[in-house]
T-cell receptor, first 111, second 116 residues
C-alpha cells in the first residue's frame, strides 16, 4: 500500500531558528513529491515540487530534498519567521495521477 | 492567468438535500482532481477526470457521490442526500495534459460544506 507519513504532527520553534520537516513514503517508485502550506481554514499553497530525477529544489528560504532509496523527503526552512506558522503537507505522486497526502505537521514559530 | 476557481466557498445544507460543488481549472488545464479533507484528517483523493471522462474514481464513496467534467463548463462534484458525515472541505486541483504523471497539481481554495 502506498502511504505517506509526516512526523511529528506538531512542532514549535523559536523565531529565527532553522528547522526541518520530515516526510516519508512507502514506495520508492515515486514520480514526484510536492510540499504545500495550509493556513487554518484556507486552501493549499504549493511550495515546492521535486521530480523523481531531482534531489532537491530551493525557493527563497525553503529547500526540499528527495531521497527515493530511503523513502524520505525533507523541507528545510531557514531563519524561521512567525509568518511561517501553518500546517505543512507533503504529497507523493506514485504515477497513478493522484496525490497521496501525509497528515501534515502543524508548525508554530514562537516570536 | 487565473488560478483554479471553486464555488461556492462555503455551502450549508440540511440533511437529505443535494450539494453541488463547482471547479473551474486553470486555463489550458484539462485534468481535474477532487480531494476531500475531513475535520482533523488529511486530504484524500476522490476522483480524477479529463474532459468528458472519469479516469479514476477509486476514492469516491459508492453511493450518493458523482462527478463530471463536461466538454464546456466547470467540473461538478455532486453529493445527493447529504449526511452530517459529508461535512468537510472539498478541494479541486488541475494540471495540464499528458506528461504521464509528472504534472504538478494546482489547488483551488476549496469549498467548505457544512451539513446541519
Amino acid at each position: 500500500k502506498q502511504e505517506v507519513t509526516q512526523i511529528p504532527a506538531a512542532l514549535s520553534v523559536p523565531e529565527g531558528e532553522n528547522l526541518v520537516l520530515n516526510c516519508s513514503f512507502t514506495d520508492s517508485a515515486i514520480y514526484n513529491l510536492q510540499w504545500f502550506r495550509q493556513d487554518p481554514g484556507k486552501g493549499l499553497t504549493s511550495l515546492l515540487l521535486i521530480q523523481s530525477s531531482q534531489r532537491e529544489q530551493t525557493s527563497g528560504r525553503l529547500n526540499a530534498s528527495l531521497d527515493k532509496s530511503s523513502g524520505r523527503s525533507t523541507l528545510y526552512i531557514a531563519a524561521s519567521q512567525p509568518g511561517d506558522s501553518a500546517t505543512y503537507l507533503c504529497a507523493a505522486n506514485f504515477g497513478n495521477e493522484k496525490l497521496t497526502f501525509g497528515t501534515g505537521t502543524r508548525l508554530t514559530i514562537i516570536p | 492567468n487565473a488560478g483554479v476557481m471553486q464555488n461556492p466557498r462555503h455551502l450549508v445544507r440540511r440533511r437529505g438535500q443535494e450539494a453541488r460543488l463547482r471547479c473551474s481549472p486553470m486555463k489550458g488545464h484539462s485534468h481535474v482532481y477532487w480531494y476531500r479533507q475531513l475535520p482533523e484528517e488529511g486530504l484524500k483523493f476522490m476522483v480524477y477526470l479529463q474532459k468528458e471522462n472519469i479516469i479514476d474514481e477509486s476514492g469516491m464513496p459508492k453511493e450518493r457521490f458523482s462527478a463530471e467534467f463536461p466538454k464546456e463548463g466547470p467540473s461538478i462534484l455532486r453529493i445527493q442526500q447529504v449526511v452530517r458525515g459529508d461535512s468537510a472541505a472539498y478541494f479541486c486541483a488541475s494540471s495540464p495534459a499528458g506528461t504521464g504523471g509528472y504534472n504538478e497539481q494546482f489547488f483551488g481554495p476549496g469549498t467548505r460544506l457544512t451539513v446541519l
